[in-house]
Structure formats: C-alpha cells, structure tokens
C-alpha cells in the first residue's frame, strides 16, 4: 500500500479482498489465466 492508502498491483489479475487474523482484512491480486 503507498503511504496515502493508494493500492496498486505489479500483476494483472483478480482483486480479493479478504478477511486475515484479529480482524484485520487483507487485497490479494490474483492472476488471470489466459485461455
């Protein structure tokens, strides 16, 4: 995360946000299969 809570990616893919421990949540990038 930059310092003013921007999120960026270095893939493409999928973005998740997700639950982790003790409450806190959490941004995955998942890449995309190309078929």
Do not use: N, P
């Given at each position: 995360m930059g310092r003013d809570y921007t999120i960026f990616a270095v893939v493409d893919g999928e973005v998740?946000?997700?639950w982790a421990s003790k409450g806190r949540?959490?941004?995955?990038v998942y890449p995309v299969?190309?078929?």
């Open positions: 998740k946000f997700e949540r959490r941004v995955s299969e190309i078929a």
